[in-house]
């Protein structure tokens, strides 16, 4: 892209008598040709950078696998981050969302305000994706959410399981971390088992879907992101 642009050379640009006017007229207008080659330049700099730190990376594409995860228009809101697609978390705030950030909203516009929904985040690459020996590892799960909630994004719910923001260990590449929306039957009561409560790896987030006859999810979305100092 940049060598479309023609450089004016510049010892052409320097040559010029202080005494005519006219060269003088010529070295503005050959100073102005410059000064928009420089600004055209600036911005596409600015355009490869920007896509950098919006797309994640220019080199770091979702494989088919992860991009087709995401179904039913669920969006995650942080507070300078909003995911509404399966997408890989840029660069310069992997910090932010593993070390700053708190619980993020959660909004299903297409959710009934008459039911109560369940909302499970798990991280099945852990601790890698490679190795996940700790498959599933339960970051966040909320029951009891209304619908009429869900839709303007307010997830005020009984939590069963406390918030842990996506911490991939350094090394380990990037993790998935996914969030699936599951309506739950009419007069259910969802709970933890005591074993499940004593750990949040090796979670089986299947067996506790169908203990309580959540079906499929009717929303699912995941972000991917690693240790910020990789």
């Not at 310069?92 to 969302?97: T, V």
């Not at 599951?182 to 203990?211: I, M, T």
């Amino acid at each position: 892209m940049l060598s479309r642009f023609k450089w004016c050379p510049p010892f052409n640009i320097l040559r010029y008598s202080s005494t005519s006017a006219a060269n003088i007229k010529d070295f503005s207008r050959i100073s102005g040709s410059v000064e928009m080659h420089l600004f055209y330049t600036t911005f596409v700099l600015w355009v490869l950078s920007a896509c950098h730190m919006t797309t994640s990376t220019c080199d770091e594409l979702l494989s088919s696998e992860d991009a087709e995860f995401c179904k039913g228009k669920l969006k995650v809101i942080y507070p300078d981050l909003v995911v509404d697609k399966c997408m890989i978390v840029p660069q310069r705030i992997r910090e932010k969302i593993s070390k700053e950030w708190g619980p993020p909203q959660i909004q299903l516009p297409s959710a009934d305000e008459e039911k109560k929904y369940t909302l499970l985040m798990v991280d099945p690459d852990a601790p890698s994706r490679q190795k996940p020996s700790r498959a599933y590892w339960r970051h966040w799960l909320l029951v009891d959410i209304k619908g009429e909630a869900l839709q303007r994004g307010d997830v005020s719910a009984v939590e069963l399981s406390a918030y842990t923001r996506p911490t991939p260990p350094q090394g380990t590449g990037l993790h998935r971390y996914q969030f699936l929306i599951f309506e739950q039957p009419e007069g259910q009561s969802l709970s933890l088992s005591p074993q499940e409560n004593s750990s949040r790896g090796n979670w089986d987030p299947q067996a506790f879907v169908e203990r309580f006859g959540l079906a499929r999810p009717v929303a699912s979305l995941q972000l991917l992101t690693q240790n910020h100092k990789d």
